[in-house]
């Protein structure tokens, strides 16, 4: 991603007809701009990652929808969808709210494909935050850290209690 | 993504090399793709299987000087059908099982994992990692049993900054080299007496190729069957 001297400050949608908006700082002319970018054919059945694909690709609007993380454009382009099939705001907000959560106890093997694409985003912003790769000043290939040297492990995980633990087989 | 066949671990190979097959498990999203990309970096060239929804990555590499190359098998989201394919599991020679440290769940099912893996491969080198625990260090103060109980390593490792990554592959490499020079599967050893007997009886016979297949397919029933 080249360097941008755009900073997003807010995102939103148009729904009639369907639009990203966005609010941005333009701090190379100092200045706040908002920008919207309509979704031509875009409707209830709509693929949203290859409407994804197509905005970055579009030379109008990538430079401005790269300041947008995935999970965001992800949440955006569902709400319009949602609104597109009947759903009420409220009850869209409150799906993309729930997509937008990972849970310790959910069971991702058994989610549909859209939610488990949402909560996989959720935990990529984790993964790329912590993230070393090569051109890192501190990045090593062959990290090993023995984390067994510690005497007694003091602390259970009280992951191996309960009912639901390891049955023998 | 190059589309392939399956490759056939058992046929010996007249480059030098030993192939193993090691195949990654566990819930969704606890990070099986991005550990196996971790380790192998720019090597990373996913090969799509023609017949069956699976990713292979191979890998090139040399222990104690024996040219090794490795097919690291990653699930391509398949586990989301509960039940992966039994092509998953054939002539696998050592196998990843990997849990999230910030899902309880996902290590709550380690033990179906397991004993889908037992079913098919009972007695091949299962090595148990703990991945992400970039988000919350202190994970790593504190005992998970799951390991121990069913005596295979443990290793704490995150995909993200790369702890302990290389360590958890080289691993596995190894004892699936280990496991392909010395099977302890019983199928395994009806499979490599298969091969000597035929190397000893069938010397001049042509098209060993479609025998080998007969085999595979065999052993894929068999290996079902006795478990």
């Keep these: 991603m080249t360097t941008s001297t755009l900073q997003l400050l807010k995102c939103g949608v148009r729904f009639d007809p369907p639009a990203l908006v966005i609010t941005y700082k333009d701090w190379k002319a100092n200045k706040l701009r908002r920008r919207t970018m309509p979704l031509r054919n875009f409707n209830k059945n709509s693929n949203i990652e290859s409407t994804i694909k197509d905005l970055k690709e579009n030379p109008r609007h990538n430079r401005f929808v790269q300041l947008l993380s995935m999970a965001q454009f992800h949440r955006l382009l569902s709400i319009i969808k949602d609104k597109l099939s009947g759903l009420s705001l409220e009850a869209s907000i409150a799906r993309n709210n729930d997509m937008d959560t990972v849970r310790a106890d959910e069971d991702l093997n058994k989610v549909d494909s859209e939610t488990l694409v949402r909560k996989k985003l959720q935990m990529d912003s984790t993964f790329e935050k912590n993230k070393k790769q090569p051109g890192d000043p501190d990045f090593q290939y062959n990290v090993e850290v023995d984390f067994e040297d510690v005497v007694g492990k003091v602390e259970s995980s009280g992951w191996d209690s309960g009912e639901d633990s390891d049955p023998d087989f | ?227």
């Design chain 2, 1 to 227: 993504m190059a589309q392939v066949a399956q490759p056939d671990y058992d046929k010996p190979d007249d480059s030098g090399e030993v192939r193993v097959k090691v195949i990654c498990l566990g819930d969704s999203a606890v990070g099986k793709s991005k550990l196996v990309e971790r380790f192998l970096m720019d090597g990373y060239k996913p090969q799509q299987l023609s017949t069956f929804a699976l990713t292979l990555f191979n890998h090139k590499t040399e222990i104690d000087g024996q040219k090794v190359s490795v097919d690291f098998w990653d699930t391509a989201g398949q586990e989301r059908f509960n039940n992966m394919h039994p092509s998953y599991y054939h002539q696998a020679h050592a196998c990843i099982l990997a849990f999230d440290t910030t899902r309880k769940i996902t290590y709550k099912n380690m033990p179906n994992w397991l004993k889908e893996l037992r079913e098919y491969r009972p007695e091949i080198p299962c090595l148990c990692a703990a991945n992400k625990i970039d988000v919350d260090p202190s994970v790593t103060k504190k005992s998970f049993n799951f390991a121990k109980k069913h005596n295979m390593p443990f290793y704490f490792v995150s995909a993200s900054d790369g702890t302990n990554v290389v360590k958890l592959f080289r691993d596995a490499i190894k004892a699936a080299v280990k496991y392909k020079s010395n099977p302890t599967d019983i199928m395994d050893e009806i499979m490599q007496e298969l091969e000597n007997f035929e190397l000893e009886t069938g010397k001049d016979k042509a098209g060993g190729d479609t025998e080998d297949k007969d085999q595979a397919a065999a052993a894929d029933e068999n290996d079902k069957a006795s478990s």
